[in-house]
C-alpha cells in the first residue's frame, strides 16, 4: 500500500474543511440579521404554544412578485404554522400553501412583512410551501421560513 493516495486525500479533507469554515463563518449583513432576529423570536413564540420548528428553516433573497418554495411531508390532524418574516426593505410578505398540483389549498392575506398560516392537513400528503414576496423597495429582500408542528 501506498502513502501517496492517503496523503492527498488528506490534503483534499483539510482543504474541503477550510473551504466549508469559511462559507460558515461568513457574517451577516444587516437585513439577514434582521430575518434570523425575527426566525429565532418566532421560535421562541412558538415554542411557548407546543409548538416545534419541524423541517430546517429556510433563508434566501427574492425579487418582487418571485416565490421561493419547500415541499414537505405533512400528517392529517397535526396543527402546522408556516411562517414568513422578511427585512426592512420589504413591505409584505406571503405564505401560500399548495398542493403538489399546484392549486393553492390557503394562504395568509394581511399586508404586512410577517405572513403565518395555521394550517391543519386533511389527508397525509406532500404540499409545496411557498414564499412570495409581494412588496419589496430593493432589488431583492431577504426572508426566512420557519416550519413548526404542534407537539
Known amino acids: ?11 483534499a479533507l483539510v482543504f474541503g474543511m477550510t473551504l466549508n469554515s469559511s462559507a460558515i463563518a461568513r457574517e451577516l ?19 411557548g404554544d407546543g409548538y416545534q420548528l419541524s423541517f430546517p428553516r429556510n433563508v434566501g433573497k427574492l425579487t418582487r412578485r418571485t416565490e421561493a418554495f419547500k415541499t414537505v411531508l405533512l400528517y392529517p390532524n397535526r396543527e402546522y404554522i408556516f ?4 427585512d426592512q ?19 395568509d392575506a394581511t ?12 389527508t397525509e400528503d406532500r404540499y409545496q410551501v411557498a414564499v412570495r414576496m409581494e412588496k419589496c423597495e430593493a432589488k431583492s429582500c431577504n426572508y426566512g421560513m420557519g416550519i413548526f408542528a404542534k407537539r
Not at 500500500?1 to 490534503?11: Q, S
Not at 399586508?111 to 386533511?122: G, L
Open 1 to 11: 500500500m501506498t502513502i501517496k493516495p492517503l496523503i492527498f486525500g488528506a490534503i
Open 29 to 47: 449583513d444587516q437585513y439577514e440579521q434582521q430575518v434570523e432576529n425575527q426566525l429565532q423570536g418566532a421560535i421562541k413564540t412558538v415554542k
Open 83 to 86: 411562517l414568513a418574516v422578511c
Open 89 to 107: 426593505n420589504c413591505n409584505k410578505v406571503n405564505v401560500i400553501v399548495k398542493d403538489m398540483n399546484g392549486k393553492k389549498i390557503t394562504s
Open 111 to 122: 399586508d404586512t412583512p410577517i405572513s403565518v398560516v395555521n394550517f391543519k392537513p386533511p
